[in-house]
Nanobody, 126 residues
């Protein structure tokens, strides 16, 4: 069992930045690929970014590419999502998730993930 706790959400103006953190506990963090997803009201949960177990491979949704950066610190059991140049359409609840995965894989589908955090709200005002 892996427990995930997100933090760092909040209210920011368009063009601003936020950094989300997701702290993991319970199992060996480096055994899991990690991902960030988001869900806006009335919409399905969508993929944002993912990172492989070692951190060597990353993948981003087209909508955030060039603005968001995912990274991980396996020594601190934490994955981060740096969000720059935020837009009102980035407003959503952001979830981190952990996937049992091969060393290099970067899962992008929600069904590929085994554990989820409770989510943190990000609101971008225009």
């Amino acid at each position: 069992q892996v427990q995930l706790v997100e933090s760092g959400g909040g209210l920011v103006q368009a063009g601003g930045s936020l950094r989300l953190s997701c702290a993991a506990s319970g199992r060996t963090f480096s055994n899991y690929a990690m991902g960030w997803f988001r869900q806006a009201p009335g919409k399905e949960r969508e993929f944002v970014a993912a990172i492989s177990r070692s951190g060597g491979n990353t993948y981003y949704a087209d909508s955030v590419k060039g603005r968001f950066t995912i990274c991980r610190d396996n020594a601190k059991n934490t994955v981060y999502l740096q969000m720059n140049s935020l837009k009102p359409e980035d407003t959503a609840v952001y979830y981190c998730a952990a996937a049992i995965a091969t060393f290099v894989s970067v899962p992008i589908k929600p069904t590929q993930y085994d554990y989820w955090g409770q989510g943190t709200q990000v609101t971008v005002s225009s």
